[in-house]
């Protein structure tokens, strides 16, 4: 059974930077295409961050420039790192893994962690 476990969120000031991290269990992380969401109450989950298992990346517009997505495969780890954290960032972040190129280019991730609530106060 595959598990996804995000953490690094928390209550941080505008201007402050964070680190995420999705631990990945169960599965054989280094062959996954890994992506991170986000979502605020009531609106639909949107894209962050995605890094392929032959470390291609890309961010979200509104990142580019204060946000990288890495992996560390010995520790199944994936991570998102944000800087310069804006009150608008402020949602649920997910970490999502797509076992195939068909599933990654259409989306339709096959697992997805719990969340981490990411707050940026102004």
């Known amino acids: 059974q595959v598990r996804l476990v995000e953490s690094g969120g928390g209550l941080v000031h505008a201007g402050d930077s964070l680190s995420l991290s999705c631990v990945v269990s169960g599965g054989t992380f280094s062959t996954y295409h890994m992506s991170w969401f986000c979502q605020i109450p009531g609106k639909e989950r949107e894209f962050v961050a995605t890094i392929s298992n032959d470390y291609g990346t890309r961010l979200a517009d509104n990142l580019v420039g204060r946000s990288s997505i890495s992996r560390d495969n010995a520790k199944n780890t994936l991570y998102l790192r944000m800087d310069t954290l804006r009150p608008e960032d402020t949602a649920v972040y997910y970490c999502?893994?797509?076992?195939?190129?068909?599933?990654?280019?259409?989306?339709?991730?096959?697992?997805w962690g719990q969340g981490t609530q990411v707050t940026v106060s102004s």
């Open positions: 999502a893994a797509a076992t195939t190129l068909e599933n990654y280019f259409t989306r339709r991730y096959d697992y």
